[in-house]
Nanobody, 125 residues
Framework: QVQLVESGGGLVQTGGSLRLSCAAS????????MGWFRQAPGKEREFVGA????????TYTDSVKGRFTITRDNARNTVYLQMNNLKAEDTAIYYC??????????????????WGQGTQVTVSS
């Protein structure tokens, strides 16, 4: 069982930055691919990016490439989403998610087994 808790959301102006954190409990974190998803009002939850369990591979959706960066600190059981040059369309609830141990990156929502409660990010123009 893995529990995930996101933090770091808030209100920021267009062009600003935020760093989201996702703290994980459980022994398998260091072997789990971690993903970030987001859901805007009235829209489906969408893939933002992911980092594999070893930390040497990341994948991002096209709309955030060059602006968002995912890193992980396995010693702290934490994964981060650094968001720069934020735009109004980045406004959403952001969720982190974990895959079972030793599974590689997937963009499919159904590929993740554990989810955090989400943290709100609001970008004002």
């Amino acid at each position: 069982q893995v529990q995930l808790v996101e933090s770091g959301g808030g209100l920021v102006q267009t062009g600003g930055s935020l760093r989201l954190s996702c703290a994980a409990s459980g022994r398998t974190f260091s072997r789990s691919t971690m993903g970030w998803f987001r859901q805007a009002p009235g829209k489906e939850r969408e893939f933002v990016g992911a980092i594999n369990w070893s930390g040497d591979s990341t994948t991002y959706t096209d709309s955030v490439k060059g602006r968002f960066t995912i890193t992980r600190d396995n010693a702290r059981n934490t994964v981060y989403l650094q968001m720069n040059n934020l735009k109004a369309e980045d406004t959403a609830i952001y969720y982190c998610a974990a895959r079972r141990a030793l599974m590689e990156i997937t963009t499919r929502r159904t590929g993740y087994d554990w989810w955090g409660q989400g943290t709100q990010v609001t970008v004002s123009s």
